[in-house]
């Protein structure tokens, strides 16, 4: 995922405010530390706690199916093109491995179909963007079906990995 950065960046601003919560009335004085943080924009956000929350289960050939898949995505609509012959030759996995990797992706809710053979990954484990484009892609995510199984011409059953579309 190569990435370019244009930044911007400027100074602090420190002063003393008096905040009020609107809901008791009450008073406090904050320091407020007001910064123009740096602009970064054409890279990819990656929720590394949300990201770690689904590999800790994978083992090691299918963090590989996991990598592959996060180098696949289009960076324009976090779609990816998928077959398990494709992924298993690719990672040097058998196509169990990589069944099983997806399962448990699909499970997670890592990704979902969009039509045969095309999947999104859900932006809430990485996007390249902003936030209006991660919210964006979101909805659009939100839409595609949920729990789609591994059985079908796109992702064989581990019982016949030789299925494939």
Do not use: C
Request: proline share 4%; no cysteine; hydrophobic share 35%.
């Amino acid at each position: 995922m190569p990435k370019t950065t244009a930044k911007k960046r400027s100074t602090d601003t420190v002063a003393y405010q008096k905040w009020v919560n609107l809901e008791t009335g009450e008073e406090k004085e904050f320091a407020v530390v007001e910064r123009e943080v740096e602009f970064d924009k054409n890279f990819y956000k990656i929720f590394l706690l949300d990201l770690l929350s689904i590999t800790k289960n994978l083992g090691k050939g299918k963090i590989k199916v996991l990598y592959y898949i996060l180098e696949k995505i289009n960076p324009s609509d976090n779609l990816f093109l998928a077959r398990v012959a494709d992924i298993a030759h690719a990672t040097n996995s058998s196509p169990n491995t990589v069944t099983s990797a997806i399962n448990m992706l699909l499970e997670a809710d890592f990704f979902r179909r969009k039509m045969q053979g095309v999947y999104m990954v859900s932006p809430r484990y990485i996007v390249k963007g902003n936030s209006n484009k991660r919210k964006g892609l979101m909805v659009i995510y939100k839409d595609l079906p949920q729990g789609f199984q591994s059985k079908s011409a796109d992702f064989p059953s581990t019982e016949n990995p030789t299925e494939l579309t």
